[in-house]
Nanobody, 118 residues
Framework: QVQLVESGGGLVQAGGSLRLSCTTS????????MGWYRQAPGKQRELVAA???????NYADSVKGRFTISRDNAKNTVYLQMNSLKPEDTAVYYC????????????WGRGTQVTVSS
């Protein structure tokens, strides 16, 4: 059974930090591209950061220099370290997994709320 479970969200003041975790099971984690997306009220879901099986990373311009994505293949977990948070970072953050194991797969977690107060 595929599971992606996000944790670590919460309420933080502007300038603060949070670390999100996405613990997975039932997926071929080590060969997967893992990503963090976010969706603010009234807006489309957008890619925040991605990390490929090679370790190469990609970031949205709005979070470059503030957010860091990492992965631990031994724990089947991907992280998002968020520093210097801004009110505009407020959103539901979703974990995403994509791989080509026995077909094209695209899995989502249920999301975790991040709220940044000014």
């Amino acid at each position: 059974q595929v599971q992606l479970v996000e944790s670590g969200g919460g309420l933080v003041q502007a300038g603060g930090s949070l670390r999100l975790s996405c613990t997975t099971s039932g997926i071929a984690f080590s060969i997967s591209a893992m990503g963090w997306y976010r969706q603010a009220p009234g807006k489309q879901r957008e890619l925040v950061a991605a990390i490929f099986s090679s370790g190469v990373t990609n970031y949205a311009d709005s979070v470059k220099g503030r957010f860091t994505i990492s992965r631990d293949n031994a724990k089947n977990t991907v992280y998002l370290q968020m520093n210097s948070l801004k009110p505009e970072d407020t959103a539901v953050y979703y974990c995403n997994c994509q791989n080509d194991y026995l077909g094209k797969n695209n899995y989502w977690g249920r999301g975790t709320q991040v709220t940044v107060s000014s």
